[in-house]
């Protein structure tokens, strides 16, 4: 829909661009607040980044789109590990470090085929 001459590469580049960036800052600010509500919250800001979208086709709308939902996953991805060990028994922190990482590893081999 865009041509050839868009750069798919460089939008794709912002996330982990942002990732690098924004996950020190964000965990830093963020230590004294329960895990749970980050995930809660950086979830919101992830599920808002769609409504760029539908507002419009653009390639600005595709920047915000990934801008947004990078800022999400910077909230709410590193402190999914911090919950997980909170829950997790003594002994058994490895097999809740896996199952934590399983929906996202069984979202990836579906998406491989498209």
């Known amino acids: 829909e865009f041509g050839e ?21 964000v965990t830093a600010a963020t230590t004294d607040v329960d895990p749970l509500v980050m995930i809660h919250f950086g979830s919101y800001i992830s599920a808002a980044s769609v409504f760029f ?6 390639i600005w709308a595709c920047i915000a789109f990934v801008v947004v939902l990078s800022v999400g996953e910077a909230v709410w991805s590193p402190r999914l590990y911090d919950y997980t060990m909170k829950i997790c028994k003594e002994g058994r922190e490895g097999t809740y470090m896996a199952l934590s990482s399983a929906p996202l590893f ?7 085929f498209l």
Do not use: E, R
């Open 5 to 25: 001459d868009t750069p798919k590469g460089t939008i794709y580049s912002i996330n982990p661009a942002l990732i690098i960036i924004l996950v020190p800052i």
């Open 53 to 58: 979208l539908v507002l419009s086709t653009s």
């Open 106 to 112: 069984l979202a990836k081999l579906p998406v491989g």
